[in-house]
């Protein structure tokens, strides 16, 4: 029986014990299952995450087993080869793929029932890998897609026009990486247009200005990888901010990575696209509104992955 309280990350490096850490901030489980295919790093993590239980929430947190994982309402997917400087997501595909093949049948192996969430790069291709692999309708399996690309461009938005990020309405679509696309046609700050509270606020060369905030959107992953090593801390907040919108039914509009079955005309591939995100998975994709010229970036966007899916030996 599915426990709604009780999650399981897979991969324990920085995405995936950053993320554990997140979803032990939000305390939306009582149960937090860790695995590794290093034990040793599974329960070093369990043990420094519990240690801080008293000051926050009520819960187990543990090293685990995929015994462990049949009632679990989520399981993360964070396992996998890290991207390294110099490499794009798209350049992983073949390593992480085989992870998937040894993770997933494990997963399938048990009676689980719950959402799996794919955070491994490149999400998009590795969503649809998992669907494929797994066999599990495609609501219950999705991607953190472009949801942190989103909240980048948010936070960089506010910066841009000294106002709270959290008031501003704006999606990433398509690829998590370089062929992503903003939509501009839609973007508004509180109902208005973007343009018009840009020219409120006093800026007014707005093609110049979206054109550099969508490059430093796109290549942020880059810039944090050759300051730091690696990103971690941005996806585990957005890995924890899906988990709420599931856990809790919210019913949250999110760009997360969803397979595609028509929308937008394209099918056999996952992509990062706004949906409603509850209890049950992905609930409905929704086609926003595009511009021409939008319209034709996702779709080149999609061509790229369908190109890379391809190539893959999948189910």
């Not at 309708?137 to 953190?144: F, L």
């Not at 020219?199 to 990888?225: C, N, P, Q, T, W």
């Not at 901010?241 to 919210?250: K, T």
Request: proline share 4%.
């Amino acid at each position: 029986m599915l426990n709604p309280r009780k999650a399981a990350i897979i991969g324990c490096g920085f995405v995936g014990s950053a993320s554990a850490f997140a979803l032990i901030q939000r305390g939306l489980f009582t149960e937090l299952v860790l695995i590794d295919a290093n034990r040793d790093k599974a329960e070093g993590e369990a043990m420094d995450l519990s240690h801080g239980l008293p000051y926050i929430v009520s819960m187990d947190v543990y090293a685990g087993s995929y015994d462990d994982i049949a009632d679990c309402a989520l399981i993360v997917i964070a396992a996998g080869a890290n991207q390294k400087e110099g490499q794009t997501r798209l350049d992983l595909i073949h390593q992480n793929v085989a992870v998937f093949d040894q993770v997933i049948p494990q997963i399938t192996a048990r009676p689980f029932e719950g959402t799996l969430l794919i955070v491994t790069n490149p999400v998009d291709v590795l969503t649809y890998a998992a669907f494929r692999i797994s066999g599990l309708p495609a609501h219950r399996v999705m991607g953190s897609g472009t949801v942190l690309d989103t909240a980048r461009m948010k936070y960089l938005l506010g910066e841009h026009l000294q106002v709270d990020s959290r008031s501003i309405d704006a999606f990433i679509i398509g690829e998590h990486g370089d062929s992503e696309l903003a939509v501009w046609s839609g973007a508004n700050v509180s109902g208005i247009p973007l343009n018009d509270f840009c020219e409120m606020r006093g800026k007014f060369d707005h093609k110049a200005a979206m054109d550099k905030l969508y490059e430093s959107v796109r290549d942020s992953a880059y810039e944090i990888i050759r300051r730091k090593g690696a990103t971690y801390y941005g996806i585990a907040m957005a890995v924890a901010r899906i988990a709420s919108a599931i856990v809790r039914d919210e019913r949250a509009v999110l760009p997360i990575s969803a397979v595609l079955g028509g929308q937008y005309d394209l099918r056999e591939l996952a992509l990062s696209i706004p949906a409603i995100v509850g209890r049950r998975g992905v609930e409905q994709i929704l086609e926003i509104p595009l511009s021409p010229e939008e319209g034709e970036a996702l779709r080149s966007s999609a061509a790229r992955l369908r190109e890379v899916i391809r190539q893959l030996d999948l189910p």
